[in-house]
């Protein structure tokens, strides 16, 4: 097995309570169930340019698979799977140390006491600027127009020069909220249960109940947290 560094693992987000500590303290926790992940594919410099490991999460029916992606996930003696992703390692040597049809646990994050978690935002449809990028809205004083919500004039933010036919690119203007690739770092592990399959970080996590998570060991850290992380 390669080293805790160097290794990811997907899960679904079961949700959000707490947690108490010895000393009484009261944690806010998200609950992941992650894994088990089966390993699917090693690529390496000589085969496909660049080291890694590519991993599938959750069995899936095989009259919804492509026949091709059931050939390939057959070559690691598996059922077809839903979910493909993979992680980079350094060398192929790192990626030559897993094995087709290896599995991939929250026991192989033992020592990790920092992770990163990616998700898909919940999606917010259509929304307007106040909602969607915390504008403070217009005046709400007598005798003013009753648009208190909009975005306001945006004839001065039109091209660079000030003036033109269409507004600046990345002007914040109302659109299309959420539903979109979120990472948030660096959060503590609090708990692991490779019995059940469950992972317990502190805080939240992007998503959905039920949604999909890609979860790796923290790629950047604060000192304090860099400290505690070698000392593990």
């Not at 648009?147 to 003036?163: D, E």
Request: charged share 25%.
């Amino acid at each position: 097995m390669a080293s805790c560094k160097n290794i990811a693992i997907m899960g679904r987000k079961v949700g959000m309570t707490r947690w108490f500590t010895d000393e009484g303290a009261n944690i806010p926790v998200t609950v992941i169930e992650a894994g088990p992940c089966v390993v699917t594919q090693v690529k390496t410099e000589v085969s496909d340019g660049y080291a890694a490991v590519q991993f599938g999460f959750e069995d899936a029916k095989a009259r919804r698979v492509a026949i091709p992606q059931i050939a390939h996930d057959a070559k690691a003696k598996t059922a077809p799977k839903r979910f493909h992703r993979e992680f980079r390692v350094t060398d192929d040597s790192e990626a030559e140390a897993f094995e087709l049809g290896q599995t991939i646990t929250v026991a192989d994050l033992e020592g990790v006491k920092f992770v990163d978690v990616v998700g898909t935002s919940k999606g917010k449809g259509f929304q307007g600027p106040m909602k969607r990028h915390n504008f403070a809205g217009l005046e709400d004083s007598h005798g003013v127009e009753r648009k208190h919500r909009s975005a306001g004039s945006i004839g001065g933010h039109a091209t660079n020069l000030g003036t033109g036919p269409k507004p600046k690119k990345g002007k914040r203007m109302a659109g299309h909220m959420g539903a979109e690739r979120v990472t948030v770092r660096s959060l503590d592990v609090i708990h692991a249960d490779p019995e059940k399959n469950l992972l317990v970080v502190k805080g939240p996590v992007p998503g959905p109940n039920g949604g999909d998570l890609y979860i790796r060991p923290s790629v950047r850290l604060y000192k304090s947290k860099a400290r505690v992380q070698s000392e593990a």
